[in-house]
């Protein structure tokens, strides 16, 4: 077994009296895409920035490349592409010059950087807006040249925060081609997201994080088959029914979901659940059935609450 890229144990980060990260434990292995995922407040953003060496840790044991980040903090960024959840590239700059800046950040050569470049903006599907500046590109043409700035320096890890928030369906989709393409490459991949999807689409393996903690981990397949049946069903009923129909559905699924506008069965086989509701003259206005998903998990895991 080759070390973990990235180690941590007992890993804490407080703020005061509030505790932020809970001494929680991870490994990342060499050319995995891992996920964190979790509502706001989860502790995702305190992690990241411990990874990153930004923000000390509190208490417990945290190794990047094998380095301490307390000591070893320069090392492990000059090893590091960091995507930051809001783009910062310049504006008034061209779209090679913010490449360009980058480089010699990381103290590459003239020619090194030149030739990266050109192999970004290929990869970035921007070599025909070299010379534009900035300014009037697209959110989609934004993100894909901060994420190659992040690849500059060929980095041994690239950390992706909330890589597609904003971006229209068309653009999160090319976007996934470009990441998907850095983990056929053998690329290591830290990413924090919200869309369920992309966690989905993405990662080999992730944690849920819920108030600090991990709450979860696995693959994206595990994690579906450990915490949610098969099948959902979702129905939708008059307005002022759900109440009404509310007693009538227990034991009809695995579990359910009363929610104000609709009723959510969780099941192993929604045909047989169907016709359980026909039998006890249930009739909702529409019924929706789908397999069973990543969101139903989160959702399962953190719950439903609006956290700010």
């Not at 920035?49 to 945290?62: A, D, F, H, R």
């Not at 590239?89 to 950087?113: C, F, K, Q, W």
């Not at 989905?200 to 979860?216: F, P, W």
Request: hydrophobic fraction near 40%; glycine fraction near 8%.
């Amino acid at each position: 077994m080759t070390e973990p890229l990235v180690q941590a144990r007992g890993l804490t980060k407080r703020f005061g009296d509030f505790v932020a990260v809970d001494a929680v434990d991870f490994d990342i292995a060499k050319g995995e895409a891992f996920g964190f995922l979790g509502p706001n407040g989860a502790g995702k953003t305190s992690t990241m920035k411990m990874i990153t060496t930004v923000s000390p840790i509190t208490e417990g044991k945290l190794t990047v490349f094998g380095l301490d980040p307390a000591t070893q903090g320069r090392a492990i960024r000059q090893r590091l592409g960091v995507v930051p959840q809001e783009d910062n590239l310049d504006l008034e700059l061209t779209v090679a010059e913010n490449l360009y800046i980058y480089g010699r950040y990381h103290d590459m050569s003239r020619t090194a950087i030149r030739a990266r470049t050109k192999e970004l903006l290929e990869f970035a599907q921007l070599s025909d807006r070299a010379k534009s500046t900035v300014e009037p590109l697209s959110g989609g043409m934004k993100r894909r040249l901060t994420i190659a700035r992040a690849l500059i320096n060929d980095p041994d890890l690239v950390i992706l925060d909330e890589p597609t928030t904003g971006l229209d369906p068309q653009a999160r989709h090319v976007l996934w081609d470009r990441l998907y393409r850095l983990k056929r490459q053998g690329a290591t991949l830290i990413i924090t997201t919200h869309y369920m999807d992309e966690a989905e689409q993405l990662c080999d393996r992730l944690v849920v994080m819920d108030g600090g903690k991990i709450v979860a981990e696995g693959s994206p397949r595990q994690l579906i088959a450990q915490y949610a049946p098969r099948e959902v069903v979702e129905l939708r009923f008059a307005e002022g029914q759900v109440d009404v129909v509310a007693p009538r559905l227990e034991g009809v699924a695995n579990r359910s979901e009363i929610l104000a506008d609709r009723v959510i069965l969780y099941t192993d086989d929604a045909e047989a659940t169907q016709h359980e509701l026909t039998v006890r003259d249930i009739h909702p206005e529409q019924v929706l059935v789908r397999r069973s998903t990543l969101e139903d998990v989160f959702l399962k895991l953190t719950g439903r609450r609006l956290i700010d």
